[in-house]
């Protein structure tokens, strides 16, 4: 398969993803290199359905290949939350990891359990279907921000597996086990397939 374009704006997703995707597509491009906007409202409860959605849309729209994730951060003791809203938690990173943090003031290492999750999907015209791959990350909110790689709530998720948060790693390592690349190795196996 040639081409592929991913269904994002998020500089930041768009370079964790590009690289993991670059053995088995030739031009990866995302929706920032086109100067039309293409609005897709995501309005489900649902990561899965989300991801569709976009893919489709994209897909449909550029007549090609398109993935799109929807990807989101469940902290158990604030019952899900951020979930679903997950990018819409506060308006940038840094008020999103603060409102986080400030929500389970008090709340001691044990209570602060935490999962990422990533839905990909993948679109592919000529069949006109969608294909739905999931990946998981499981770890812990610290209590204050460390480090300065990756994105989003990086700073502030501790990996046990890794005994360091995700923004002390390099966008590489990252890959290597994290919710997206995990699903993203799920889909790769499955495009070989093809
Ligand atoms: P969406 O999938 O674009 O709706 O956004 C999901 C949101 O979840 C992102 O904007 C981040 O805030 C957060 N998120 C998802 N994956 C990660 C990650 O790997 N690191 C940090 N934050 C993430």
């Given at each position: 398969?040639?081409?592929?374009?991913?269904a994002?704006?998020?500089?930041?997703?768009?370079?964790?993803?590009?690289?993991?995707?670059a053995?088995?597509?030739?031009?990866?491009?995302?929706l920032?290199?086109?100067?039309?906007?293409?609005?897709?409202?995501?309005?489900?409860?649902?990561?899965a359905?989300?991801?569709?959605?976009?893919?489709?849309?994209?897909?449909?729209?550029f007549?090609?290949?398109?993935?799109?994730d929807?990807?989101g951060?469940e902290?158990?003791?604030?019952?899900?939350?951020?979930?679903?809203?997950?990018?819409?938690y506060?308006?940038?990173?840094?008020e999103?990891?603060?409102?986080?943090l400030?929500e389970?003031?008090?709340?001691p290492?044990?209570?602060?359990?935490?999962k990422?999750k990533?839905?990909?999907?993948?679109?592919?015209p000529?069949?006109?279907?969608?294909?739905?791959?999931?990946g998981?990350?499981?770890g812990?909110i610290?209590?204050?921000?460390h480090?300065?790689?990756?994105?989003?709530?990086d700073?502030?998720?501790?990996?046990?597996?890794?005994?360091?948060y995700?923004?002390e790693i390099?966008?590489d390592?990252?890959?290597?086990?994290?919710h997206r690349?995990?699903?993203?190795?799920?889909?790769?196996?499955f495009?070989?397939?093809?």
């Amino acid at each position: 398969m040639k081409d592929l374009i991913m269904a994002t704006t998020n500089a930041g997703k768009f370079a964790e993803l590009k690289p993991l995707l670059a053995e088995h597509f030739k031009e990866i491009c995302s929706l920032a290199d086109f100067p039309e906007t293409l609005q897709v409202v995501e309005d489900s409860p649902h990561y899965a359905q989300n991801a569709m959605k976009k893919a489709r849309k994209v897909g449909g729209h550029f007549g090609m290949p398109a993935l799109a994730d929807d990807s989101g951060l469940e902290v158990a003791a604030l019952g899900g939350r951020p979930g679903i809203r997950s990018s819409r938690y506060g308006r940038n990173d840094e008020e999103r990891m603060e409102r986080l943090l400030h929500e389970l003031d008090g709340i001691p290492w044990d209570g602060r359990g935490a999962k990422f999750k990533a839905y990909v999907a993948l679109y592919l015209p000529e069949k006109d279907r969608c294909y739905v791959f999931y990946g998981e990350l499981k770890g812990f909110i610290g209590f204050e921000q460390h480090g300065s790689h990756g994105f989003g709530y990086d700073p502030v998720f501790y990996s046990p597996e890794l005994g360091k948060y995700l923004a002390e790693i390099s966008t590489d390592e990252k890959n290597k086990f994290s919710h997206r690349g995990r699903a993203i190795a799920l889909l790769k196996t499955f495009v070989e397939t093809l």
